[in-house]
């Protein structure tokens, strides 16, 4: 069983930044791809980032691009979202998850992990 255990959240003004860490146990985090996503109030849990398993290749939605950046550290077991020039609309909680190959799709992710709110004062 692996758990996942986001943590970096907080309250920050409109263009601050914040980075988000998630710790993997129970498995090495090489075994996984990981993803971050991320859901708003009334919203729809959307995609953020991801990085692939060995960390050669990363995704990133959109919204986020160039302005987020997903990185990971298999040594420390930690994959971590850092996210620069943050907007009210960025305001979401963030969850990590974890996969066996990369994908957008949060429905194909194995683990997730309980979340940690981000929210953005304009």
């Known amino acids: 069983q692996v758990q996942l255990v986001e943590s970096g959240g907080g309250l920050v003004q409109a263009g601050g930044s914040l980075r988000l860490s998630c710790a993997v146990s129970g498995r090495p985090l090489s075994n996984y791809a990981m993803g971050w996503f991320r859901q708003a109030p009334g919203k729809e849990r959307a995609f953020v980032a991801g990085?692939?398993?060995?960390?050669?290749?990363?995704y990133y939605g959109d919204s986020v691009k160039g302005r987020f950046t997903i990185s990971r550290d298999n040594a420390k077991n930690t994959v971590y979202l850092q996210m620069n020039s943050l907007k009210p609309e960025d305001t979401a909680v963030y969850f990590c998850a974890a996969n066996r190959i990369i994908t957008l799709n949060s429905a194909s992710y194995d683990y997730w992990g309980q979340g940690t709110q981000v929210t953005v004062s304009s």
């Open positions: 990085i692939a398993r060995i960390g050669e290749g990363t």
